[in-house]
């Protein structure tokens, strides 16, 4: 029962069920799995139990415990017995009686709405045809008893001896009936497997696509405590909606919760043999597994800084499931956020993330199965966006992981209801997705209708997100160039001031030409590189101090001249790192940018938030704390509190 909990299994088929043994009520000895049944929420099907334990104080027992026992009527009308095992009846009658694996699934589903950890056992009769008769097991139990006695034969002795005295006085028969119900239970615990699943599928059809088509109101309920609303969508039919209790929070963070594998490589110690790991073969490897996906990342850095935040993201019923949310549980995390059913595909499974690094713990290869992310669009109205009248958040950081049509419905439901967006791009494929777009209608808006204030790629991120947008034609736009003619960028070419602020190298690769030409769409833009620091690139709006600032004015790439109210120049900054971190010293670079991006959000929700400028230092810090822990968010950033 205990292992079948873990992985994520909710019906279990056995033979029989232990119980109180005979004089139990003086010598306390009770079988171990009636215990287990009364903390443990397990469908549990077997045929009742051997028939020389004391039934009647079983059945006491269970109920104390607070376990439900029903008994399979199997064709028979009224109330039926308690089965004994090798016998249909018992003498001691069901507590209920049910008549299928339907009910049986009904049941069990319904127990999973109540706050319970207890199971249900289902007691399923041996086929009648294979069934001993009650006055013959009697006797021959009584037999087998008083020989044990005799014997000398007590505690965890006394039932494999009475078991091999009833094989003796059967002639065997006794064996055979035992094969025949343990069969008879897997198909019942099968069926009713079967039947839970499609319940539980109907449940999750209905709760995220419900609709009347007869106009009339329905009430959907999630949860015990959660009363559903109601939405008319544009073919005026119902919409459900969660409502849900009100929850205020700094930051509401949409992005994977995955279980990370790093793979760190170990060289041989052969000067022959290079620092990557060999292609085509086994490499010998330090290999650790750790919470991750980059949404669990930025929300464990927000939480070491004491921003509220909810965690909104999807896991499938497994045991990858169910590791994630019990480590967020003891992180102190929300779990209220967490879509616990999976994506629509039966197939999905919770994410993971595999990092291959060289020996001086630098990615060469990863791989990432976020697929539970990819099928959330009919999620999202029902499940996610009640979360923004309930929190009233004051960013949304969401990340690329989802499919392109539920990230659009993120940005656009953050925009309705006035709450600033920051953007993790997670790769270079998958950083393009926020530039899809079904018609040019639905493409991104410059400012001052931008969907995202704030960006932290890295250069290959910057690249294709620059890439994507031509693609779109977003360079072709009047808005756009509305946004960069009023930007008061030098119409003879910027190359020596872009290299002055910047260095030759960045621009010969293009880094700012390409973070300048991104700006009409996301006004501010953070482009971590590693060991040559952080690139800051933003538009400056009028009155910003820094267009009048000494200090700020060798960064101050333009000003705008013509008078606009939206952009008043733009400001361009290479931060160094913070630290120079020897290979001796990294320990993974995993959830390194995303430590970067909590910890500005962290600094950008305070009361009074710190200036964008000091926070990238601060920040850097933190992803160098990161860079040298075994943890995906290193928790040694709780130092950063009193500097935010």
Same mark, same amino acid.
């Given at each position: 029962?205990?292992?079948?909990?873990?992985?994520?299994?909710?019906?279990?088929?056995?033979?029989?069920?232990?119980?109180?043994?005979?004089?139990?009520?003086?010598?306390?000895?009770?079988?171990?799995?009636?215990?287990?049944?009364?903390?443990?929420?397990?469908?549990?099907?077997?045929?009742?139990? %051997?028939?020389?334990?004391?039934?009647?104080? $079983?059945?006491?027992?269970?109920?104390?415990?607070?376990?439900?026992?029903?008994? *399979?009527?199997?064709?028979?009308?009224?109330?039926?017995?308690?089965?004994?095992?090798?016998?249909?009846?018992?003498?001691?009658?069901?507590?209920?009686?049910?008549?299928?694996?339907?009910?049986?699934?009904?049941?069990?589903? +319904?127990?999973?709405? *109540?706050?319970?950890?207890?199971?249900?056992? *289902?007691?399923?009769?041996?086929?009648?045809?294979?069934?001993?008769?009650?006055?013959?097991?009697?006797?021959?139990?009584?037999?087998?008893?008083?020989? #044990?006695?005799?014997?000398?034969?007590?505690?965890?002795?006394?039932?494999?001896?009475?078991?091999?005295?009833?094989?003796?006085?059967?002639?065997?028969?006794?064996?055979?009936?035992?094969?025949?119900?343990?069969?008879?239970?897997?198909?019942?615990?099968?069926?009713?497997?079967?039947?839970? @699943?499609?319940?539980?599928?109907?449940?999750?059809?209905?709760?995220?696509?419900?609709?009347?088509?007869?106009?009339?109101?329905?009430?959907?309920?999630?949860?015990?405590?959660?009363? #559903?609303?109601?939405?008319?969508?544009?073919?005026?039919?119902?919409?459900?909606? +969660?409502?849900?209790?009100?929850?205020?929070?700094?930051?509401?963070?949409?992005?994977? &919760?995955?279980?990370?594998?790093?793979?760190?490589?170990?060289?041989?110690?052969?000067?022959?043999?290079?620092?990557?790991?060999?292609?085509?073969?086994?490499?010998?490897?330090?290999?650790?597994?750790?919470?991750?996906? /980059?949404?669990?990342?930025?929300?464990?850095?927000?939480?070491?800084?004491?921003? @509220?935040?909810?965690?909104?993201?999807?896991?499938?019923?497994? /045991?990858?499931?169910? $590791?994630?949310?019990?480590?967020?549980?003891?992180?102190?995390?929300?779990?209220?956020?967490?879509?616990?059913?999976?994506?629509?595909?039966?197939?999905?499974?919770?994410?993971?993330?595999?990092?291959?690094?060289?020996?001086?713990?630098?990615?060469?290869?990863?791989?990432?199965?976020?697929?539970?992310?990819?099928? $959330?669009?009919?999620?999202?109205?029902? *499940?996610?966006?009640?979360?923004?009248?309930?929190?009233?958040?004051?960013?949304?950081?969401?990340? +690329?992981?989802?499919?392109?049509?539920? &990230?659009?419905?993120?940005?656009?439901?953050?925009?309705?209801?006035? /709450? %600033? /967006?920051?953007?993790?791009?997670?790769? #270079?494929?998958?950083?393009?997705?926020?530039?899809?777009? %079904?018609?040019?209608?639905?493409?991104?808006?410059?400012?001052?209708?931008?969907?995202?204030?704030?960006?932290?790629?890295?250069?290959?991120?910057?690249?294709?997100?620059?890439?994507?947008?031509?693609?779109?034609?977003?360079?072709?736009?009047?808005?756009?160039?509305?946004?960069?003619?009023?930007?008061?960028?030098?119409?003879?070419?910027?190359?020596?001031?872009?290299? +002055?602020?910047?260095?030759?190298?960045?621009?010969?690769?293009?880094?700012?030409?390409?973070?300048?030409?991104? &700006?009409?769409?996301?006004?501010?833009?953070?482009?971590?590189?590693?060991?040559?620091?952080?690139?800051?690139?933003?538009?400056?709006?009028?009155?910003?101090?820094?267009?009048?600032?000494?200090?700020?004015?060798?960064?101050?790439?333009?000003?705008?001249?013509?008078?606009?109210?939206?952009?008043?120049?733009?400001?361009?900054?290479?931060?160094?790192?913070?630290?120079?971190?020897?290979?001796?010293?990294?320990?993974?670079?995993?959830?390194?940018?995303?430590?970067?991006?909590?910890?500005?959000?962290?600094?950008?929700?305070?009361?009074?938030?710190?200036? &964008?400028?000091?926070?990238?230092?601060?920040?850097?810090?933190?992803?160098?704390?990161?860079?040298?822990?075994?943890?995906?968010?290193?928790?040694?950033?709780?130092?950063?509190?009193?500097?935010?």
């Amino acid at each position: 029962m205990v292992l079948a909990h873990l992985a994520g299994i909710k019906v279990f088929a056995t033979g029989g069920l232990g119980g109180v043994h005979s004089g139990g009520e003086s010598s306390m000895d009770i079988s171990a799995d009636l215990t287990e049944l009364g903390r443990t929420r397990m469908a549990v099907v077997s045929s009742g139990c %051997k028939s020389f334990l004391d039934i009647p104080r $079983t059945l006491e027992y269970l109920e104390t415990q607070g376990v439900c026992v029903a008994t *399979f009527a199997d064709g028979r009308d009224g109330e039926v017995d308690f089965p004994a095992f090798w016998t249909r009846d018992s003498g001691s009658r069901s507590p209920l009686t049910i008549e299928n694996e339907n009910e049986a699934a009904a049941m069990t589903y +319904a127990q999973q709405e *109540f706050p319970l950890t207890s199971g249900l056992l *289902f007691a399923n009769p041996i086929p009648a045809e294979y069934s001993i008769a009650k006055n013959m097991m009697d006797t021959i139990i009584t037999r087998a008893l008083r020989d #044990a006695q005799e014997s000398g034969s007590m505690g965890s002795e006394n039932t494999p001896f009475v078991l091999k005295q009833i094989r003796e006085l059967t002639n065997g028969e006794s064996v055979t009936a035992n094969r025949a119900l343990v069969e008879a239970n897997v198909a019942r615990g099968t069926k009713l497997a079967v039947h839970l @699943s499609n319940l539980e599928q109907r449940r999750q059809d209905w709760t995220t696509k419900a609709s009347v088509n007869d106009g009339r109101a329905r009430r959907l309920t999630d949860a015990p405590a959660a009363e #559903a609303g109601r939405t008319l969508n544009s073919s005026s039919n119902l919409v459900c909606t +969660a409502v849900l209790p009100p929850s205020k929070v700094d930051v509401i963070v949409a992005g994977s &919760l995955a279980i990370d594998l790093s793979c760190d490589y170990i060289r041989p110690p052969t000067e022959s043999l290079s620092s990557q790991p060999q292609l085509h073969t086994s490499n010998p490897a330090s290999i650790t597994q750790t919470l991750g996906g /980059v949404g669990q990342n930025v929300a464990t850095a927000l939480h070491y800084l004491n921003s @509220s935040i909810r965690l909104c993201s999807s896991v499938a019923d497994d /045991v990858a499931g169910s $590791t994630a949310l019990n480590l967020l549980a003891e992180r102190g995390l929300q779990t209220t956020g967490i879509n616990k059913s999976g994506s629509g595909s039966h197939k999905s499974h919770t994410a993971q993330y595999v990092a291959i690094n060289d020996a001086q713990k630098h990615m060469v290869l990863a791989m990432a199965d976020m697929n539970i992310l990819e099928d $959330t669009s009919a999620d999202f109205d029902f *499940f996610w966006k009640p979360h923004f009248d309930a929190c009233k958040p004051k960013w949304l950081v969401v990340d +690329a992981n989802w499919h392109s049509e539920t &990230l659009r419905k993120w940005l656009d439901t953050a925009q309705a209801s006035g /709450v %600033k /967006v920051a953007y993790e791009p997670v790769s #270079a494929a998958k950083s393009r997705r926020m530039f899809a777009a %079904k018609s040019e209608r639905d493409s991104l808006a410059a400012v001052p209708n931008h969907l995202i204030s704030l960006a932290t790629p890295n250069a290959l991120e910057l690249s294709s997100m620059h890439d994507a947008a031509s693609d779109a034609g977003l360079f072709d736009r009047e808005d756009w160039w509305r946004a960069i003619d009023s930007m008061g960028l030098s119409s003879s070419g910027s190359r020596d001031k872009l290299v +002055a602020v910047t260095n030759s190298l960045l621009v010969d690769q293009g880094v700012p030409q390409q973070s300048i030409r991104l &700006l009409p769409f996301i006004p501010c833009i953070l482009t971590t590189m590693g060991h040559e620091g952080v690139l800051m690139t933003q538009i400056l709006r009028p009155g910003d101090d820094r267009l009048t600032s000494p200090d700020a004015a060798p960064y101050v790439l333009s000003r705008s001249t013509d008078g606009n109210n939206i952009v008043g120049g733009v400001y361009m900054r290479l931060f160094p790192p913070v630290e120079t971190v020897s290979n001796d010293e990294i320990v993974s670079v995993n959830g390194v940018g995303d430590t970067f991006l909590g910890v500005l959000i962290a600094g950008l929700t305070k009361e009074k938030p710190r200036n &964008l400028v000091d926070l990238v230092d601060i920040a850097q810090r933190g992803s160098v704390m990161t860079l040298k822990s075994r943890e995906a968010v290193s928790p040694q950033i709780l130092t950063l509190r009193n500097s935010l």
